[in-house]
């Protein structure tokens, strides 16, 4: 079984930053993708970030240029650097795990607001 638990969320102003750290327990994090998804207010979650195991990364089309996903395999922990925030990234934004033929990972969330 894997926990995975958030931190780093909060109130930041227009064009601010924010870093995400999401740990794992658990020995299988460094066979896990690792993926960071938000979910707005009335609006449906969204994938903002992923990377696999093998260090690939892709980034949703809206947080290209201004979000790192990274991994360190020795900390068990996967962040999400943010940079240039805006109000319309305002969202709980949710760490995620997943490896082929089980079910994903998911953890309680983290709140970002972006507002002046």
């Known amino acids: 079984q894997v926990q995975l638990v958030e931190s780093g969320g909060g109130l930041v102003q227009p064009g601010g930053s924010l870093r995400l750290s999401c740990a794992a327990s658990?020995?299988?994090?460094?066979?896990?993708?690792m993926g960071w998804y938000r979910q707005a207010p009335g609006k449906q979650r969204e994938l903002v970030a992923r990377a696999t195991s093998g260090g690939s990364t892709n980034y949703a089309d809206s947080v290209k240029g201004r979000f790192t996903i990274s991994r360190d395999n020795t900390k068990n922990t996967v962040y999400l650097q943010m940079n240039s925030l805006k109000p319309e990234d305002t969202a709980i934004y949710y760490c995620?795990?997943?490896?082929?033929?089980?079910?994903?990972?998911w953890g309680q969330g983290t709140q970002v607001t972006v507002s002046s």
């Open positions: 658990g020995s299988i994090f460094s066979i896990l993708a």
């Open positions: 995620h795990g997943s490896r082929p033929g089980a079910l994903p990972y």
